[in-house]
């Protein structure tokens, strides 16, 4: 059927804008399927490296269950060199670090300990690593030590760690016994776990055990 005037019209101008703008409409379409097929390639890629990291940390927890310390740490090594985005790598290396503190390797746990600090995907397994850390530099007690541990303490506290950061504020002063400035990091951090609910009671009794050491609440 013959087109009438109008609809020529139209077709025409359909075609003058086609020839136009076809190859940025042809760019557009492109990208967005790449993005299309990058996201789903991505979650595809997060989800195996979550199932194989899962699987590997599996492995971790038999071997610490039975007694294979060795094992238990190379799976932890595997898992920040192979899986470090996932959150299994820095529960890996927490354990680990603990397993290699109670064998009296204070190095290997502490670069445990760093790796957590630096290069977990998660802020909040970056902030456990940096608490858990300065802890293990204060106990070893040399000038050194206490000078990571302070430049450690002097970083922004992540959201939420507050509480804890100012705990281990009053653990580094009572180690050089400046007992005053000690319970005043501690009744800050006790201000604190007073209006969260998130922490449990556990946490409140240790942080007063602590003040009361040095003076008390009041």
Known sequence: MPLDLEEQEQLDSLKAFWEKYRSVIMGLVTAVLFVF??????QWWKNS????????????MGSIEKGNKEQSMQAADDLQKQFAGTSYAPMASLIAAKLAADAG???????????VSEKAANDGYKALGKLRLAT???????????????????????????PLWLERRGDWYLVQDKNADARASYLQAWKLLEKSKEFPQEARSLLKVKLDAVGGIE
């Open 105 to 115: 390797d204070a190095a290997k746990s502490q670069a445990y300990l760093r790796w």
């Open 37 to 42: 097929a990058a996201y789903n390639g991505w």
């Open 49 to 60: 490296q979550a199932t194989e990291a899962g699987k590997l940390y599996e492995t971790m």
């Open 136 to 162: 293990t530099l204060m106990d070893e007690g040399s000038a050194k030590s206490l000078a990571e541990a302070d430049a450690i303490l002097k970083g922004k506290p992540t959201p939420g760690f507050e």
